[in-house]
Structures are given as C-alpha cells and as structure tokens.
C-alpha cells in the first residue's frame, strides 16, 4: 500500500516555528484533497487544517491566524508551516489524503504514521 511520509517534527520552545512536510513515498496516480491532524495523549484525533485541490483552505479555531497549509502539486507533497506555537500545540501530528495510487484505482483514504511536535513553556 501506499504509505504517507511526514517530516518536520521536533521540540520546540513556545513562541516558535516548525514546518511539516507530507508525500507518498513512491509515485501515484492523482492526489485530491490533504491535510493534517493531531492527536495528544487521552484525547481524540483532531483536525488541525486541510487544503483540496484547488487550494481551498480549512482550519481549526485553535490555529487559524498561526498555522498556513499550502501544497506543491508538482512535488505531491503538502506542507503545515506552524509558527507561534504553544504547549497546548504538542501531539502527534498526522498527515491525511484522498488519492489514487493508480488511475484505475478507486480514490482511498491514507494516513501516515505521525511526526511528534513538542512545545516547551
């Protein structure tokens, strides 16, 4: 299967940046929309942004004003650039995406495997 390769995580002090990157890691038919979730301890996976293919952008109330997703379509990756990041930031962050690896593939959903983003007071 195809599998989705996140970058970009670390520890961080709050009050600063990290970029995400996200791709599949071989080549694929056609990719629609992407986008990110998180997930802290005991709590619920959640929608932190997404962006469709023509770029229409959607963002929880938590990071609008601080997070931007953007994506390369000619590198079919998707990126979450996160700046005044804060302790309440810090999860597990996951890429998701509607794709087809193959043109005479239905349209499936992939998720990758998580890149930790920590954020010390």
């Known amino acids: 299967q195809v599998q989705l390769v996140e970058s970009g995580g670390g520890l961080v002090q709050a009050g600063g940046s990290l970029r995400l990157s996200c791709a599949p890691d071989?080549?694929?038919?056609?990719?629609?929309?992407m986008g990110w979730y998180r997930q802290a301890p005991g709590k619920q996976r959640e929608l932190v942004a997404s962006i469709t293919k023509d770029s229409s952008t959607n963002y929880a109330d938590s990071v609008k004003g601080r997070f931007t997703i953007s994506r390369d379509n000619a590198k079919i990756t998707v990126y979450l650039q996160m700046n005044n990041l804060q302790p309440e930031d810090t999860a597990v962050y996951y890429c998701?995406?509607?794709?087809?690896?193959?043109?005479?593939?239905?349209?499936?959903?992939?998720w990758g495997q998580g890149t930790q983003v920590t954020v010390s007071s």
């Open positions: 071989r080549i694929i038919f056609s990719i629609n929309a």
């Open positions: 998701n995406a509607d794709l087809r690896p193959r043109g005479w593939d239905p349209a499936s959903n992939y």
